[in-house]
């Protein structure tokens, strides 16, 4: 079975810009989670979506967003870009339902923010 | 809120030696998951270990296991026979199981993990 995926891995944008990172969960899951990377400040998360609806938010900015297709496949985008949005963003799949909760990651996209 | 603390930001073990790292947190829930994650230098998070909080037995995993103390609020993970390969960055991670009518909610609040290098 597939892992996770994630594109594009690496992204170089200047301030002022908007992204959009893909994630392509493992087939079947059907939660998708987000999270940023950074040396400072650690892993945080950003959002979890299920069944297309985003069920938790962490503490960013408005400019952080996200969606789920109805393939589960999910989509974070960014505008705005600040320098300090600079980070390895790692999205992560589940099945979502009852106990299988073990979250499965995928490789990140590495965000340079110029 | 959760908060999860690592006090060692790095550690150092020889091969084939035992390791212990340490993880602390702070909740108020009472039925809650915890997570050792592994990170290799290639970046690809991987999950190590998992313990559930109603759960007195401590969770093993080959050569590695926990030492689950809930009361002290205290997840500890061992590595024993250390390998190369376990040369990574190690998270400890807390989940709030939370239930509604669409599944259980996810969301990992990782402590700002342990770089251990193992060495030959």
């Known amino acids: 079975k597939a892992g996770v995926t994630q594109t594009p891995r690496y992204l170089i944008k200047t301030r002022g810009q908007q992204v959009t990172l893909s994630c392509s969960p493992i087939?079947?899951?059907?939660?998708v989670s987000w999270y940023q990377q950074t040396p400072g400040q650690g892993l945080q998360f950003l959002f979890e979506?299920?069944?297309?609806?985003?069920?938790n938010k962490g503490n960013f900015p408005g400019r952080f967003s996200g969606r789920q297709f109805s393939n589960s496949r999910s989509e974070m985008n960014v505008s705005t870009l600040e320098l300090g949005d600079s980070a390895l963003y790692l999205c992560?799949?589940?099945?979502?339902?009852?106990?299988?909760?073990?979250?499965?990651f995928g490789p990140g996209t590495r965000l340079t923010v110029l | 809120a959760q908060t999860v603390t690592q006090s060692q930001p790095e550690m150092s073990v020889q091969e084939a030696e035992t390791v212990t790292l340490s993880c602390t947190y702070d909740?108020?829930?009472?039925?809650?998951?915890l997570f050792w994650y592994k990170q290799p230098p290639s970046r690809q998070m991987i999950l190590v270990i998992r313990q559930e909080a109603y759960k007195q037995q401590n969770a093993t995993e080959n050569r590695f296991s926990v030492n689950f103390q809930k009361a002290a609020k205290s997840f500890s993970l061992k590595i024993s026979d250390s390998q190369l390969g376990d040369t990574a960055m190690y998270f400890c991670?807390?989940?709030?199981?939370?239930?509604?009518?669409?599944?259980?909610?996810?969301?990992?609040?990782f402590g700002k993990g342990t770089l251990l290098t193992v060495n030959p």
């Open positions: 992560a799949s589940s099945l979502g339902t009852g106990r299988g909760n073990e979250q499965f």
């Open positions: 991670a807390f989940m709030k199981h939370v239930r509604d009518s669409g599944g259980s909610n996810y969301k990992l609040t």
């Open positions: 909740t108020s829930e009472s039925n809650y998951y």
């Open positions: 087939s079947g899951h059907r939660s």
């Open positions: 979506y299920f069944s297309e609806t985003q069920r």
